[in-house]
């Protein structure tokens, strides 16, 4: 089958960096998405990695291995405003979207 | 409006009783999804269309239905709603030109089937 593993809640401290990581078994690969999703809100896309290696994108950051099926999501300098779930999703072979349960996470003062 | 609308924002359902959520987009998007999302569980995709006039079955599609005759719209239906189906619904729709081929989201449609 089809699974993909996060986290279910991570606390982190603001100005702190803090790394949220997927793993991922699917039927084929055509790339991963991390969202964004605020309580109560729509899930919003924050990254995308095809290949293997580093992405970033300002604070944010996201890594893959596909030999691993591993990704991770790196965010810095964390803010009060970071709290949210962040969502891992695995586009298939038929280019679907399988999405991970989602990571909560919570940061403090 | 520009993006994903969803309506209703909320509903309070009795069982067997049927419903429509409806999903307008103008962006101009070929594709177009909707998930339930449940405390504990990832998104699960009930059906999708990959463009207007077809749609297709995805991981959870027993007692929902769709239909696409326009690019812009995509309602669901609960033919006969049973309390499982009490859930939060996104509607999303991508447009398969992009770099990443994202998903924009909807505000969501809270149901609660009683």
């Known amino acids: 089958g089809q699974n993909i593993d996060q986290p279910t809640e991570m606390t982190a401290t603001e100005g702190a960096i803090v790394q949220i990581n997927c793993t991922y078994q699917?039927?084929?690969?055509?790339?991963l998405f991390w969202y964004q999703q605020h309580a109560g809100e729509a899930p919003t896309f924050l990254s995308y990695n095809v290949l293997d290696g580093l992405e970033e994108k300002g604070r944010f950051s996201s890594f893959l291995s596909r030999s691993k099926g591993y990704s991770y999501l790196l965010l810095k300098e964390l803010q009060m405003k970071d709290s949210a779930s962040y969502l891992c999703a695995v586009m298939d072979s038929n280019y679907q979207l399988i999405w991970g349960a989602g990571t909560k996470l919570i940061i403090k003062p | 409006i520009a993006g994903i609308t969803q309506a209703p924002t909320s509903q309070i359902l009795a069982a067997g009783r049927r419903m429509t959520l409806r999903c307008t987009q103008d962006?101009?998007?070929?594709?177009m999804y909707w998930y339930r999302q449940d405390l504990g569980l990832g998104l699960r995709l009930i059906h999708y269309s990959n463009t207007a006039g077809t749609t297709g079955k995805g991981e959870v599609p027993d007692g929902y239905s769709v239909s696409r005759a326009n690019t812009d719209d995509f309602p669901l239906t609960l033919a006969s709603a049973v309390p499982s189906q009490t859930s939060v619904y996104f509607c999303?729709?991508?447009?398969?030109?992009?770099?990443?081929?994202?998903?924009?989201f909807g505000p969501g449609t809270r149901l609660t089937v009683l």
């Open positions: 999303a729709s991508s447009d398969g030109t992009s770099e990443y081929n994202e998903q924009f």
């Open positions: 699917t039927s084929g690969f055509n790339g």
């Open positions: 962006m101009r998007h070929n594709a």
